[in-house]
């Protein structure tokens, strides 16, 4: 078995080389350790080989783990499905929430952000391929969200971030990743700030880094593959 640092430098080789391929800067994209279901060792073992930035989706599974770890320097994300009754903690304990489609959800992030702590970082999830079963606002209520939105004082946002539908081929990956890019754009022309793009997993993160990912969300390829 692969050991998780040597699939975590794995995964740095092939954001680097993804980044050579398109012209872009290696420090341009970021990793995100997508740790849900995983124990706090292995996170731990992500974190000592380097990794800073960590996702999770179940918020019991996630609070448990922040605690066991209390690593240091390190970002919490949260990118799981969020019901509004379960912000508070989001609020309290992460530094960035990736999954923000609706108003309430965000003025209840923006008002239990401990006054403490900066802005909670938030990015728009957007349901870039249309599919019925997947969250995320439609491409056209994008601006008029994020108006209201950048209202809020708890919260700061950053940019989208989009799931397109599961594809094998890089062809149709692409389409759907350059389509949220220049979404992206249009929130950049608009709002100050904006400077995230988060898309693209451990199948597809070299088609997402060739059409402007500015951060990658990679569970398998670090952790090998989740028991559910
Ligand atoms: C689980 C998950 C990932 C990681 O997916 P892998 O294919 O395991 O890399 C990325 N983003 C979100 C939103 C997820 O839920």
């Not at 706090?40 to 918020?59: K, M, S, T």
């Not at 530094?95 to 008002?111: C, F, G, N, P, Y």
């Not at 950048?150 to 971030?161: C, E, F, I, Q, T």
Request: with cysteine; charged share 25%.
């Amino acid at each position: 078995m692969i050991k998780i640092a040597d699939k975590v430098n794995l995964v740095h080789e092939r954001i680097a080389n993804a980044c050579q391929l398109s012209g872009r800067k290696c420090d341009e994209v970021q990793l995100l350790a997508v740790s849900k279901t995983r124990s706090p060792e292995e996170v731990a073992e992500a974190y000592q080989q380097g990794c800073r930035d960590f996702g999770e989706n179940y918020l019991q599974d996630a609070l448990g783990k922040i605690s066991a770890t209390a690593l240091e320097h390190c970002r919490w994300h949260f990118i799981g499905k969020l019901q509004s009754n379960k912000t508070r903690a989001v609020a309290e304990h992460f530094d960035w929430m990736h999954t923000v489609d609706r108003l309430k959800i965000a003025q209840r992030l923006s008002e239990q952000r401990p006054a403490t702590l900066p802005p909670l970082n938030i990015c728009l999830q957007v349901n870039i391929s249309g599919e019925e079963s997947k969250s995320g606002i439609a491409p056209a209520e994008l601006i008029s969200l994020a108006e209201k939105i950048s209202a809020l004082s708890g919260v700061k946002l950053r940019g989208l971030m989009v799931i397109p539908a599961a594809s094998n081929e890089p062809e149709q990956q692409r389409s759907a990743f350059a389509n949220s890019y220049q979404l992206y754009r249009q929130l950049q022309q608009r709002f100050d700030g904006i400077d995230t793009l988060s898309m693209g997993m451990s199948g597809d993160l070299e088609a997402a880094i060739a059409e402007g990912s500015t951060i990658v969300r990679v569970g398998t390829d670090i952790f090998g593959p989740r028991a559910v």
